[in-house]
């Protein structure tokens, strides 16, 4: 059965208005290894509560994060700001599509105040897309930013930000409010884009991810790919050696799960040892850092691969420059 309504937010209304009319694909029937059990701990509804309170919208819900039970039941959380409705129409997501409300000037101090009471070490920040702003909301990001530093200064905050297409000076706003983690991802493959992601174009993200370690090269750049959806695996080592090329210091690899029968339908899905395989080529290949499995999503772990991050670039500092031989 497919859902066409959101009941969550009020009176029901469209989730996905320009999915309505597309025809149902066949479904998958899942393998044991993307099962997961369903929420129950008095964290999760103490951190689901927090969230509730404080009147916020989080991914992790929007999204239908299979990882929810388990990061929620931690006190994590990925914040959604600017909004729960998306100006574009991407064929794998399941976030609300349409016309966005205005934004919230009070949603920066009420992420601020979650964040505090959460007692979060790291925190991810992500939106929807807003190209019905002149700048795309990166100046709201980079409030919220500046709100969560002033209120837990010993948090690192990592942001996941649209690509701010045609917005001439978003990303450097929201650089110059120094977040520790800058992530824009991918997604798919570029052969997919069409289909998967046609408000996006694959090279202007490429883009943005390797401006952005311009503008700051002690930031961590990261992305992220969805696999299952059609791509051939040359085209994600391909993809792998653009993001190196813009320098991009943590790759992210998960298995796409359909929301719903008339989103893009799953071509495969991916055995756990051809995500070891993409992993152990990833690391090859230079990244800092990679998590491929099939439950692996953009925020999943993101405090604990922080961490990683840092460990992993001092070593290799300390290592020192590659001499030539004579």
């Keep these: 059965m497919v859902t066409v309504l959101d009941r969550t937010h009020g009176a029901p209304r469209p989730r996905h208005p320009e999915k309505a009319n597309r025809p149902e694909s066949e479904a998958l029937a899942k393998p044991d290894w993307i099962r997961v059990r369903a929420p129950s701990s008095p964290v999760y509804r103490e951190t689901q509560e927090i969230v509730r309170s404080n009147k916020l919208v989080t991914v992790c819900e929007e999204a239908g994060c299979p990882n929810i039970g388990e990061c929620w039941s931690k006190k994590h959380a990925t914040f959604m700001i600017l909004g729960d409705t998306c100006t574009r129409a991407c064929a794998f997501c399941n976030v609300r599509t349409g016309l966005p409300e205005a934004v919230d000037a009070a949603e920066?101090?009420?992420?601020?105040?979650?964040?505090?009471?959460?007692?979060?070490?790291?925190?991810?920040?992500?939106?929807?897309?807003?190209?019905?702003?002149?700048?795309?909301?990166?100046?709201?990001?980079?409030?919220?930013?500046?709100?969560?530093?002033?209120?837990?200064?010993?948090?690192?905050?990592?942001?996941?930000?649209?690509?701010?297409?045609?917005?001439?000076?978003?990303?450097?706003?929201?650089?110059?409010?120094?977040?520790?983690?800058?992530?824009?991802?991918?997604?798919?493959?570029?052969?997919?884009?069409?289909?998967?992601?046609?408000?996006?174009?694959?090279?202007?993200?490429?883009?943005?991810?390797?401006?952005?370690?311009?503008?700051?090269?002690?930031?961590?750049?990261?992305?992220?790919?969805?696999?299952?959806?059609?791509?051939?695996?040359?085209?994600v080592l391909q993809l792998m050696d653009d993001l190196r090329s813009a320098e991009v210091d943590f790759l992210t690899i998960g298995q796409y799960l359909q929301p719903t029968r008339r989103h893009h339908r799953v071509e495969r899905f991916v055995p756990p040892q051809e995500f070891a395989s993409l992993e152990t080529i990833a690391y090859a290949k230079g990244f800092l850092m990679v998590s491929a499995s099939p439950l692996t999503r953009s925020s999943h772990h993101a405090g604990e691969d922080f961490e990683k991050l840092c460990a992993a670039r001092a070593a290799k500092a300390s290592e020192g420059p590659v001499l030539a031989a004579e």
């Design 108 to 235: 920066p101090a009420r992420v601020a105040e979650a964040v505090a009471k959460l007692g979060l070490l790291h925190v991810v920040i992500t939106s929807v897309d807003r190209d019905d702003l002149p700048d795309g909301g990166a100046r709201h990001f980079a409030e919220v930013i500046e709100a969560t530093r002033a209120a837990s200064p010993a948090t690192t905050i990592e942001v996941l930000t649209p690509d701010f297409l045609r917005k001439d000076g978003a990303l450097e706003r929201v650089i110059e409010a120094r977040p520790d983690v800058f992530n824009h991802n991918l997604e798919c493959v570029p052969s997919l884009y069409l289909t998967v992601r046609p408000g996006a174009r694959y090279f202007h993200s490429l883009r943005l991810l390797q401006r952005a370690k311009e503008l700051d090269p002690t930031i961590f750049t990261k992305s992220g790919i969805m696999v299952g959806l059609g791509e051939e695996r040359n085209e």
